[in-house]
């Protein structure tokens, strides 16, 4: 049975849907971060350790966490779905102009409005501007009823949109408007080659790995098998990847953010603007366009959500673990989690809204 006919849950058990480690995904966080904290501490020669073995400017422990992240969840995307919604123009049109477009730029002003004295930080919210989601968006559009295999197909298109466009946004996001606008960059120093790098090895080898994995476990063992088994069993894999770059990275973070707390709250202001704006907007105009609830639904949520994953490894790549921009990667997965569990809500009220209008219009 398809989203759009499914009745709409009640608003108690949307979190109740979520696995444990998805509905207390703010907590392990948390955890995480305090770990991470509590370790710099204890053992102060951690970073010598992890700075011992690099892959590039990435140290091989984190390198191996983030593509632990990207793994599962590309690997449970269902590309061989697609075809369906692919004549959508419209969705796929406001998809496009809503990531690759609206996504970055409003970014970039939010960045600019809320930290503009704060390089680090403003840039690392440019780049997690640019990383359009591909992972937790399908949690999301599946608790909020939205039409899975759409859902499918545009993470799939961010997908490969990210490892042709990204490095090019970022360089234009990060020097050539500024340029334009008169803005100071002098602080922002990076290479279009390392970005473009770091896409390619953080995105390219499990996006390859995860479409293979899906190919090869269709065809030699069956979607049901697929699905039901292996998928399961490798999904939590990418938050115990989070998890332990969240550990890493804050054992190495631990003086500055200690020395500044406040520099959580400076980033996470931004970001909760950012997922309100691009929610709403993105649900407006899919219901302008007369996509139906589902497509809407998932359209709003694929624009609000961002790849944090890839968006950290970008700036762990770059600028390198203790930077500000990566802390800035690393405090995004803590505010999206609540603001899109509570815009699932919202969704869902909508959509009891929409039902009732037509009851009484056909009634």
Not at 137 to 154: F, P, S
Not at 200 to 227: C, D, K, N, Q
Not at 262 to 272: E, F, K, N, R, T
Request: with cysteine.
């Amino acid at each position: 049975m398809s989203p759009a006919n499914e009745l709409a849950p009640d608003d108690s058990a949307v979190l109740a849907r979520l696995s444990v480690l998805d509905r207390f995904l703010p907590v392990w966080i948390l955890l995480a971060m305090a770990a991470g904290l509590l370790t710099g501490r204890v053992l102060p020669g951690v970073q010598s350790a992890l700075d011992a073995v690099k892959v590039g400017q990435t140290s091989l422990p984190i390198a191996l966490g983030l593509l632990l992240m990207m793994y599962p969840v590309l690997a449970k995307v269902r590309y061989e779905d697609m075809g369906h919604v692919t004549g959508d123009r419209r969705m796929l049109w406001l998809s496009l102009l809503l990531n690759w477009v609206v996504g970055p730029l409003l970014m970039f002003v939010l960045a600019w409005t809320f930290l503009a004295d704060q390089p680090e930080f403003r840039t690392g919210l440019i780049v997690i501007g640019l990383a359009r989601c591909i992972a937790m968006v399908l949690i999301w559009n599946d608790l909020a009823c939205g039409d899975r295999e759409a859902a499918a197909l545009l993470v799939a298109l961010n997908s490969v949109f990210q490892i042709v466009a990204y490095a090019l946004l970022g360089t234009f996001y990060l020097k050539i408007l500024p340029g334009w606008l008169g803005l100071d960059t002098q602080d922002v120093v990076f290479s279009t080659w390392d970005i473009t790098k770091a896409v390619l090895v953080f995105l390219g080898i499990p996006l390859v790995a995860g479409y293979l994995t899906r190919r090869i476990g269709l065809r030699r063992r069956g979607r049901e098998w697929y699905e039901s088994t292996f998928i399961p069993r490798i999904a939590p894999f990418a938050l115990y990847g989070l998890l332990f770059t969240i550990v890493v990275m804050f054992a190495l973070q631990g003086e500055a953010i200690t020395s500044d707390p406040l520099a959580v709250v400076s980033i996470a202001v931004p970001l909760l603007v950012y997922f309100a704006i691009m929610w709403g907007v993105s649900f407006v105009l899919g219901t302008r366009a007369r996509l139906g609830y589902p497509k809407t639904a998932t359209l709003a949520f694929t624009a609000a959500g961002n790849n944090f994953e890839l968006a950290i490894a970008v700036c762990v790549g770059v600028w390198g673990v203790t930077s500000g921009q990566a802390l800035a990667g690393v405090i995004g997965p803590l505010i999206e989690v609540p603001a899109l569990v509570g815009l699932v809500y919202v969704s869902l009220w909508l959509r009891r809204v929409a039902n009732r209008q037509q009851a009484v219009t056909h009634g």
